[in-house]
């Protein structure tokens, strides 16, 4: 059971980490600080693999009305991705994906729109920084090298998913009991990698939204996702903004499962998370306007 108490002694045993400054983050021409002002990140998926049905767009004109109308509903930028990261979806081949992207990029941008690219094989990655994307939400870890020296030439922002695999679709096992040692180190080595090849706008998302072999069961994976998201704040030592995509809980909440994601939202909050990933951006958006607005 989540209690006040609990929570009070999460934010004792963590103080330090909470309290750590994050550097800005870069959204293409704006510089937001997201402890005052936390950015909400909507997401557009273009696979009809994808799980949260709501977010599917299976055309381009689709994909660029449904952006526009989740920065008019309030997200600071819009996640565009062309394979779904679960399990039993289909592979696309890095050329198709890339194919698929582009115009819905090109559209979103021309329309004003930030667009964040989720990728993870460089072609799809450098194409997508061709057609304006402001960050790239990187799910792999094979080809670091190569994609942080083509966000570096871009000026792009990247958002460094934790991915213990070559890529977010190779499946693993998490850490039920403290998975944040590893999940520390791996960024550690990769954000001094990502430095050493000239990138200078990073975000850290430790990857809880992803599929892994050891939280198939709905009650021990959404457990494990709000042990991890309240301790958000651990990552905050690498003084960098922490991205987080908050759960969907469908087990847990049934047919109010829309509402779910502005739940997690609250806990992100108060665990210093400054970039919310979510499929339901006008729920998530009021709840962090109430959670900024109010005093305790």
Known sequence: MITLGGLAALAQAHGEDLGHPVAALRLGDRTVDTDA????????????????????????????????????????????????????????????????????????????VAVSAEAYDPVVVKAALAAGAAVVNYTGSAADEEVFGAVAAAGATVVLC???????????????????PGILGHFERRVALA????????????GMGFYYG????????VNHQMRVL???????????????????????FEDQFRTAEGFFTVFAALAGVGVVRT?????????????????A
């Open 37 to 112: 002002t936390p950015v909400v990140m909507g997401c557009v998926n273009l696979s009809k693999d994808s799980t949260y049905r709501e977010s599917i767009a299976l055309g381009t004109d689709a994909a660029v009305r449904k952006g526009r109308v989740l920065a008019a509903h309030g997200a600071d930028l819009v996640d565009v991705g062309a394979e779904s990261s679960t399990a039993r979806a289909a592979r696309v081949d890095p050329q198709e994906q890339a194919d698929t992207l582009v115009p819905v990029v090109e559209g979103l941008v021309a329309a004003g």
């Open 162 to 180: 934790y991915v213990p695999g070559a890529d977010v679709r190779e499946v693993t096992d998490v850490d039920l009991d403290d998975p944040f």
């Open 195 to 206: 430095r050493s090849c000239g990138v200078e706008h990073l975000v850290l998302d430790p």
């Open 214 to 221: 050891n939280l198939t069961d709905p009650a021990v994976r």
């Open 230 to 252: 309240l301790r958000s704040s651990r990552l905050r030592r690498l003084g960098l903004p922490v991205c987080q995509s908050v759960p969907h809980a469908f087990a847990l």
């Open 279 to 295: 499929h339901e951006v006008a729920h998530v958006r009021a709840v962090l306007h109430a959670m900024t607005s109010l005093d």
